[in-house]
């Protein structure tokens, strides 16, 4: 899920107005060293935040570090961008699992049936929610 392509030259273009600031400020061998410091750091940023994936591997869903079997999903449905808002605000339940990225429009709720398990919902952003669902062995048209 990388972050919108401009993003990227907006970063970098802070970090290098931010470092010409401190250029010019350390005068001599220094000058050099805001640039070295601050020019990496949004790549590294931009990067890190990019980095996140959904997938179903295994029989289990896969969002980051969190792992879900297969075998515990009830139902699936897809939450369009119109919709979103709704499901991340009062509507939300504070025991549900979210993995939620600003820069991603549709989102995936998949239900939980796992009596061990509080988590009534996982809420997850993602650009295909309707592949991820049939993946999981739900019918996105019906939820």
Do not use: N
């Not at 993003?7 to 010409?20: D, K, M, Q």
Request: glycine share 8%; charged share 15%; hydrophobic share 50%.
């Amino acid at each position: 899920m990388w972050v919108p392509w401009w993003w990227w030259p907006l970063g970098l273009g802070v970090a290098a107005l931010l470092a010409a600031e401190l250029h010019m400020g350390a005068p001599g061998l220094y000058a050099w060293l805001p640039y070295v410091i601050l020019l990496p750091l949004p790549v590294w940023v931009l990067f890190r935040m990019s980095r996140s994936k959904v997938e179903v591997v295994d029989g289990e869903l896969v969002v980051g570090r969190a792992h879900l079997p297969v075998g515990v999903v009830s139902r699936g449905v897809v939450v369009p961008a119109s919709a979103k808002s709704a499901a991340m605000g009062r509507q939300l339940d504070p025991a549900a699992f979210v993995q939620h990225r600003p820069w991603v429009k549709t989102m995936a709720l998949i239900v939980l049936d796992d009596p061990d398990d509080p988590t009534p919902y996982w809420l997850i952003s993602t650009r295909h929610p309707a592949e991820l669902l049939t993946a999981l062995g739900c019918d996105p048209a019906r939820g």
